[in-house]
């Protein structure tokens, strides 16, 4: 069964810095374009970013260029999110997701989430 | 972006009940669109994706419809377990965005 596990969030102030990690495990990683998707508490789902199987490319939201990155090792079966400049309004619950396999980039699995809260 | 509009933003239903839910899209977005469940605390669930394909091991009660820039999401008979917001998805871009959620209440 396919499976994502999120890990890295907690309480950082305004300006610092976040990296979250994702844990892919039951199905074949390096086949897959991957995402990042967050909730800030109470609003609805905001797509963050997406990579290339290969890591070779990646998109962002426009709000959000220039201060995360998304990033994975294949070898390791992990997904990041390097999160700076870290603001009031990132604090959200941020969910790891699988691209589906049929074209297109709906997402077919999803982790749990970890709460990021920036907050001084 | 194209935006995504989805109405009512809450409906309160009973079991048994049809339900229908619409997300209506800024620009044509062909039936590049799917639907999530989320419960609260929890992940949300995919549904249906390409408008209309329904997700393996979904309930067949479950179904979508719709193309270019109007999309709907019909329950065709309201169980206990559906109660939950229910998120429109629009990936025809690389800029993708959802819809806002429609709750599903009692």
């Known amino acids: 069964e396919a499976q994502l596990v999120e890990a890295g969030g907690g309480l950082v102030q305004p300006g610092g810095s976040l990296r979250l990690s994702c844990a892919a495990s039951g199905f074949t990683f390096s086949d897959h374009w991957m995402s990042w998707v967050r909730q800030a508490p109470g609003k609805e789902l905001e797509w963050v970013a997406n990579?290339?199987?290969?890591?070779?490319?990646?998109f962002y939201v426009d709000s959000l260029k220039g201060r995360f990155t998304i990033s994975r090792d294949n070898a390791k079966n992990s997904l990041y999110l390097q999160m700076t400049s870290l603001r009031a309004e990132d604090t959200a619950v941020y969910y790891c997701?699988?691209?589906?396999?049929?074209?297109?980039?709906?997402?077919?699995?999803w982790g749990k989430g970890t709460t990021v809260s920036v907050s001084s | 972006d194209i935006q995504m509009t989805q109405s009512p933003s809450t409906l309160s239903a009973s079991v048994g009940d049809r339900v229908t839910i619409t997300c209506r899209a800024s620009q044509s977005i062909s039936t590049w669109l799917a639907w999530y469940q989320q419960k609260p605390g929890k992940a949300p669930k995919l549904l249906i994706y390409k408008a209309s394909t329904l997700e393996s091991g979904v309930p067949l009660r479950f179904s979508g419809s719709g193309s270019g820039t109007e999309f709907t999401l019909t329950i065709s008979s309201l169980q206990p377990d559906d109660f939950a917001t229910y998120y429109c998805?629009?990936?025809?871009?690389?800029?993708?965005?959802f819809g806002q959620g429609t709750k599903v209440e009692i």
């Open positions: 990579i290339r199987p290969g890591g070779s490319e990646s």
């Open positions: 998805h629009q990936y025809s871009t690389y800029s993708q965005t």
């Open positions: 997701a699988r691209i589906g396999a049929a074209a297109g980039y709906y997402m077919d699995v």
